[in-house]
């Protein structure tokens, strides 16, 4: 079992929709979750943290998390083209030793 | 502020050589990480270094290794290249050590083992 998992996609919304894009965790004693947006040929830039249960709103995007299933989740309302990148879950991690773990990433395409 | 700047932003090597890459972290940010990035594995973590000192390491052999000046700038060295090494490396700044904190991520240096 991977220690973050996320769908590949690539994940295909219309603009104006609301996108979803999930993310699994292994380690239950992670206490941070980070999405991170990548634009091809470009390096991670820092969207949303999200610390505690529950929802947490900047903007056109809301980061939900539920420690007892062990998914965070990044909606992303009103869609633009401009959203169209991939987005990499990052889940900090005890095992072994303390790190930043990141997902493989979703692939999110705006068709306008 | 300006961002975090890692130079150079590529590099073409042959195998057996070594390279050394730089990194300079947001100023005031004293913790920097450093992940390879690769099509097929995805963002990879290296190690973290604060305040001069290696706090984690990564599952990656001996050949890649680092340092941290006083100043945070920090520096990887990858020795004996091999064709699999080729990537993006990048290196991310936060303000304290350990992944519970935001970290900021620079350009990259594109690394290609030839």
């Known amino acids: 079992q991977k220690e973050v998992e996320q769908n590949s996609g690539p994940l295909s919304v219309p603009e104006g929709a609301i996108a979803s894009l999930n993310c699994t965790y292994s380690?239950?004693?992670?206490?941070?979750f980070f999405w991170y947006r990548q634009y091809s040929g470009k390096s991670p830039e820092l969207i949303m943290f999200?610390?505690?249960?529950g929802d947490k709103e900047d903007g056109r995007f809301t980061a939900q998390l539920n420690k007892a299933s062990q998914y965070v989740s990044l909606l992303i309302r009103d869609s633009q083209p401009s959203d169209s990148a991939t987005y990499l879950c990052?889940?900090?991690?005890?095992?072994?030793?303390?790190?930043?773990?990141f997902g493989t990433g979703t692939r999110l395409t705006i068709i306008p | 502020k300006a961002g975090v700047t890692q130079t150079p932003r590529y590099l073409i090597k042959t195998r057996g050589q070594q390279v050394t890459l730089s990194c300079s972290p947001i100023?005031?940010?004293?913790?920097v990480s450093w992940y390879q990035q690769t099509p097929g594995q995805g963002l990879q973590f290296l190690f973290e270094y604060f305040s001069e000192t290696q706090r984690n390491k990564g599952n990656f052999p001996g050949r890649f290794s680092g340092r941290q000046f006083s100043n945070s700038r920090s520096e990887m060295n990858v020795s004996t290249l091999e064709l699999g090494d080729s990537a993006l490396y990048l290196c991310a700044s936060s303000l304290l050590a350990g992944s519970s904190n935001e970290q900021f991520f620079g350009p990259g240096t594109r690394l290609t083992v030839l």
């Open positions: 380690d239950r004693g992670s206490q941070s």
């Open positions: 100023s005031g940010h004293r913790s």
């Open positions: 990052a889940v900090n991690n005890y095992f072994g030793n303390e790190k930043l773990t």
């Open positions: 999200i610390y505690s249960n």
